[in-house]
């Protein structure tokens, strides 16, 4: 689905990033995974090689919120692929702490990460897909961008902020044949989830619909959707991936 295309998705290394890094490897894609430090970007880009030693995969650990350097890595990428056609940010952290005890320090660090880092990878990208006519630009939101968290506001109101820029985007660069899209994740299974113990997990799947908590893959077929010519009639959307647990 996405044979010859140059994706780059940031917080590739783990998670929800990993899987969608080999779902697009898988369908064709040339990736670049982008990790907040060497030793884990090397750390995925072994995995991924001896998984499929043919996969066209490479790793680079810009710091995401400083535009120079953005702009020097994805000017590279351009230089040696001849262009970006899809952009991932993922990279994102999450906090729960509670209005009483928030540290101004820890809510400004969370923008930083979750919204300034997509602003800005999304301006640099947005030069390079307007030059080549064209791209798709995807955002990990979460389904608490629909109806906030009971504790740690910072995380909900940065989603709530990918949301706006999404569908903002989505209006804006229509015009230059760049469509731009959300997934909202409900609560997916990666390596975070896997040290919760049973008790907490069996009354969160009890709130699920479908009875079950994400998977990884379910998310990363969503991106591979979106990203693919499937979807070229869809832009401006947060498209929930959640199983129905929406409150
Ligand atoms: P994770 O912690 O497993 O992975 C986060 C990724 O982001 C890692 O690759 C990490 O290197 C990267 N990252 C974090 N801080 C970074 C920084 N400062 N610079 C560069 N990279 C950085 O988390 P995950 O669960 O896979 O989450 C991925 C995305 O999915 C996030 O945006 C998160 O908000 C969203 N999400 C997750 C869930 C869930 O249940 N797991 C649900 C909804 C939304």
Do not use: W
């Amino acid at each position: 689905m996405l044979n010859g295309k140059v994706a780059v998705v940031t917080g590739g290394t783990r998670g929800i990033g990993y899987g969608i890094v080999k779902t697009y490897l898988d369908n064709g894609a040339i990736v670049i995974l982008c990790g907040s430090k060497k030793e884990t970007v090397d750390h995925a880009l072994s995995q991924l090689k001896a998984e499929n030693p043919d996969y066209k995969v490479e790793g680079i650990y810009p710091v995401l919120s400083c535009p120079n350097e953005i702009e020097i890595a994805f000017e590279a990428i351009k230089k040696t692929y001849g262009s970006i056609d899809i952009l991932v940010n993922n990279a994102g952290i999450v906090a729960r702490d509670k209005i009483y005890e928030y540290d101004m320090e820890e809510f400004r660090k969370i923008m930083d990460i979750n919204i300034n880092s997509v602003f800005n990878c999304s301006q640099v990208v947005s030069s390079i897909m307007k030059e080549q006519g064209g791209g798709v630009i995807l955002n990990t939101s979460s389904m608490v961008s629909l109806y906030g968290q009971p504790s740690g506001c910072g995380y909900p109101a940065s989603k709530f902020a990918v949301n706006g820029i999404t569908k903002s985007l989505a209006r804006e660069l229509g015009k230059d044949n760049i469509r731009v899209n959300a997934v909202s994740p409900g609560i997916t299974y990666t390596d975070m989830m896997k040290g919760v113990p049973e008790t907490l997990i069996k009354p969160l799947i009890a709130q699920i619909p479908l009875g079950r908590i994400g998977q990884v893959e379910d998310v990363a077929n969503a991106f591979l959707y979106l990203a693919s010519d499937m979807a070229s009639y869809v832009t401006g959307i947060v498209l929930p991936v959640d199983g129905a647990a929406r409150s």
